[in-house]
């Protein structure tokens, strides 16, 4: 089954509105607590979709396109967040991260892919040989990962307020499934 | 651990713009498919949500400050939306969540409610002995398990699409623990 290159634009070109209605007005009880030692907060999880943009989905899009499955990928910097968010406020990242989405779905846009070029494949360093249309697919269910991880992020701080109704609220059983 | 109340209010009070951003001009492909028989897509959850906020959270609410633990709440229908929601489109649920959500914080709000309103006690059929801040923490954690649950249904609709990263998306591996 092969994605559809507008649907998945449609869902990419919402994520950074989804993002700013969820996080931009609330205390930092939902957007600075993780869930724990070594885990990330809603301040984290933007500053990882912004290095996304930045270094991996476009760049490796194009790589695909330039040099097929001759090169492998950069691996991608899961930690470079927390250097490169230091000293921003959560309404900065997400601005950041609006305009950086934009930027690149321009520039998806103007590849004007055709249902050959999604059929062209590239060299993933771990995953060994993937397809222009699994990486545009990864792109969007990505931001869903993290959306994901961030409703569970965020619901853990009221774990213990909720008392007795923990047993009815799925996501306090989620796992933490979602490293990126 | 009790919640904050102003805490909870912002978080309810996000959500409508939250799911208009995430679901309103997305193509069917995100908002109506499911993941499979007798599981709930983007447009049923809405339904759910709105079905909360006219019979669960303000009227359970306002029981406790009436009843106290005298009187037990009402079952919630966790199907309603089947019978609600036929013959509306997604806007038309996102608009209807926005307004209902709306007056149930202006009441919310109205009650001005201190500490001791908070630790009233009331009696849920399943749960037993409940208090009024841990039905509101809920009431806000619920937002969070549905968003959870709607970053799941989406996700799976790209499952195969994404090819061999499915192995680094932890939302393909939540095991749908997100059951009202």
């Not at 991260?97 to 060299?123: I, K, W």
């Not at 969007?140 to 109704?165: C, F, I, K």
Request: net charge negative.
């Amino acid at each position: 089954m092969q994605q559809n290159l507008r649907d998945t634009m449609a869902l990419l070109a919402g994520t950074p509105a989804t993002l700013n209605a969820l996080l931009r007005d609330l205390p930092e009880t939902w957007t600075q607590r993780s869930e724990g030692e070594n885990t990330w907060s809603a301040f984290d999880i933007v500053g990882h979709l912004i290095h996304g943009e930045r270094t991996d989905w476009m760049p490796r899009a194009k790589q695909i396109l330039q040099y097929g499955e001759s090169k492998a990928f950069e691996p991608f910097d899961r930690l470079a967040q927390e250097r490169e968010s230091q000293g921003k406020t959560l309404p900065q990242l997400l601005d950041e991260f609006s305009r950086v989405r934009a930027e690149n779905l321009q520039e998806l846009r103007a590849l004007n892919l055709q249902e050959r070029d999604l059929a062209r494949r590239g060299l993933h360093p771990a995953l060994g040989v993937v397809t222009l249309s699994q990486l545009l697919a990864t792109w969007a269910a990505h931001d869903l990962t993290h959306l994901h991880q961030l409703s569970r992020v965020m619901a853990h701080q009221y774990r213990e307020a909720v008392g007795p109704w923990s047993a009815f609220l799925g996501v306090l059983r989620c796992e933490g499934h979602s490293a990126p």
